[in-house]
C-alpha cells in the first residue's frame, strides 16, 4: 500500500512525522510512503503550491496522509498561488466530496475543555461536512461599484446532486452510530439553503430508522456550547462545516485533538487534523501532533481495511493521555516529539 505523505507548511512537517513514527511501529514495512512538497514550501521549491508531481502522487497513492498548509510569506500572492489552494485544489480534483470531523472527549482531557467538564464530557458527535462546493468554489472576484467603490464577491450555490450525496454520507454515518442526524442550514435566508433542507428532507424518505432534525446553524454553534451532547451526527455545507468543527474541537480538549477523513464515493481518501500551519507556534516543538495520528488512524480504518491496527492507535492515544502526556494546547509541557514518545511507549 503507497501512502502519499504531504507535510505542507509550519507545523505540518512536525506532526507528520511523529505520526510516520507511530505508523511504523503498528504497521512496519507493510506500507511504502513517498513524500512530496505542497503549499507554500511548493511554491518556494517549484512556483506552484500543487505541482504536478504532487497531484500525480496524491493521485496514484492509496491513501493520503496531509500535514497543513499556510505561510504568512505567501499571503499577498495572487489567490491561484495562494498555499490554500492546495488543499482545495486536492479535494476537487480527486473528488473527496465527504469530510468526517469526529468530535469527542477524551475523559482525561475534561479539564482542557473550554466547557465545564460535565458539559463537555458528553460530546461524541461527527460533523459530516461538504467538500467540493459551496461559496468556496463559486464564482469569485473583485468588482467596481456604479460609485467607482471596490467589491469583492464569493457566490454561494449547491445543485441538488451535490447536496444529496454528501446527505447520503450523513444518513448512513448516523446509521452507524446513534440514528440521529442533524442537518445544519441557513434556510431562513439562503436560498442554497433552502435548496439544501428540501433535498435532505426528500431523502429522509430512504432512511426512516434515522431521527432527521434541522438547525439554523447560528443556532448550531450556540447549542454546540450550551450541549454539545445533544448530537450524534451533524452534515453541512463547506463553510458552515469548517466554522462548526473548529468550535466543536474546543468542546472537545483543543484544535490540536481533531482528526479527519476526506473521502470520495470509493472510500479513497485524504486524511488531515483540522487545524493549519500555526505559524504562531511553527518550529518550536509546541504542536500537538495527537489530531495527525488521530487521522493516521482513521487512514487506517477507512482506507486501508485496517480497523484493528486503527484501534490499537486510539488507545495508545488514550493511554498516553491517561499517563499525563499534556502538549501546551492542552495544558502541560510535553513537546511535539515527547508526545509521539508517549503514544510510542503506550503502544
Ligand atoms: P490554525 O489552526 O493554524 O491555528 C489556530 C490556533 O490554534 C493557533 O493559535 C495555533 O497555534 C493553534 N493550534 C493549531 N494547531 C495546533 C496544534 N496541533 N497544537 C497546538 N496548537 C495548535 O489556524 P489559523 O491561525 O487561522 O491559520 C494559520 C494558517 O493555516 C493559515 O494560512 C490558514 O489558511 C492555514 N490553515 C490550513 C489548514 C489546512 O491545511 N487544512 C486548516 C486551517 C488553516
Ligand atoms: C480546513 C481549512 C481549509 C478550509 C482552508 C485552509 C482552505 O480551514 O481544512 O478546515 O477552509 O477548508
Ligand atoms: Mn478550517
Same mark, same amino acid.
Given at each position: ?29 507493510? %506500507?511504502?510512503? !513517498?513524500? /512530496?512538497?505542497? =503549499? ?9 503550491? *500543487?505541482? #504536478? @508531481? ?26 491561484? %498561488?495562494?498555499? !490554500?489552494? /492546495?488543499?482545495? =485544489? ?9 469530510? *468526517?470531523? #469526529? @468530535? ?26 461538504? %467538500? ?48 440521529? %442526524? ?166
Amino acid at each position: 500500500m503507497l501512502i502519499a505523505l504531504l507535510p505542507g507548511d509550519g507545523i505540518g512537517p512536525e506532526v507528520i512525522e511523529q505520526a510516520r513514527r507511530v505508523l511504523d511501529a503498528v504497521c512496519g514495512d507493510t %506500507l511504502t510512503y !513517498e513524500e /512530496a512538497p505542497v =503549499g507554500g514550501a511548493a511554491y518556494k521549491a517549484h512556483g506552484h503550491p *500543487l505541482p #504536478p @508531481a504532487t497531484l500525480d502522487l496524491a493521485r496514484r497513492a492509496d491513501a493520503i496522509l496531509f500535514g497543513a498548509v499556510g505561510d504568512p510569506d505567501c499571503d499577498a500572492l495572487e489567490r491561484h %498561488l495562494r498555499p !490554500e489552494q /492546495a488543499i482545495l =485544489g486536492l479535494r476537487k480534483a480527486l473528488t473527496l466530496f465527504a469530510n *468526517l470531523r #469526529p @468530535a469527542k472527549l477524551f475523559p482525561e482531557l475534561a479539564d482542557a475543555s473550554a466547557l465545564r467538564p460535565e458539559v463537555a464530557s458528553a460530546i461524541d458527535m461527527v460533523i459530516v461536512r461538504e %467538500l467540493n462546493g459551496d461559496v468556496y468554489f463559486g464564482e469569485k472576484g473583485m468588482r467596481t461599484t456604479a460609485a467607482g467603490r471596490r467589491e469583492g464577491y464569493d457566490v454561494m450555490a449547491y445543485n441538488e446532486d451535490e447536496v444529496a450525496r454528501i446527505a447520503r454520507v450523513g444518513f448512513e454515518t448516523a446509521r452507524a452510530r446513534n440514528g440521529k %442526524l442533524c442537518s445544519v442550514d441557513k434556510a431562513n435566508v439562503l436560498e442554497t439553503s433552502q435548496l439544501w433542507r428540501d433535498v435532505v428532507i426528500e431523502l429522509s424518505a430512504d432512511y426512516p430508522d434515522i431521527a432527521l432534525s434541522h438547525m439554523y446553524v447560528d443556532n448550531a454553534a450556540m447549542q454546540l456550547v450550551r450541549n454539545p451532547g445533544q448530537f450524534d451526527v451533524i452534515v453541512t455545507g463547506n463553510l458552515f462545516g469548517d466554522i462548526l468543527s473548529d468550535q466543536a474541537s474546543m468542546c472537545a480538549g483543543s484544535i490540536g485533538m481533531l482528526p479527519s477523513a476526506s473521502l470520495d464515493a470509493n472510500k479513497k481518501g485524504l486524511y488531515e487534523p483540522i487545524h493549519g500551519s500555526a505559524p504562531d507556534i511553527a518550529g518550536q516543538g509546541k504542536a500537538n501532533p495527537l489530531a495527525t495520528i488521530l487521522s493516521a488512524a482513521m487512514m487506517l480504518r477507512y482506507s486501508l481495511d485496517r480497523g484493528t491496527d486503527a484501534d490499537r492507535i486510539e488507545a495508545a492515544v488514550a493511554s498516553a493521555l491517561a499517563n499525563g502526556a499534556r502538549s501546551p494546547d492542552l495544558g502541560g509541557t510535553h513537546s511535539t516529539v515527547q508526545m509521539g514518545d508517549a503514544v510510542l511507549a503506550a503502544l
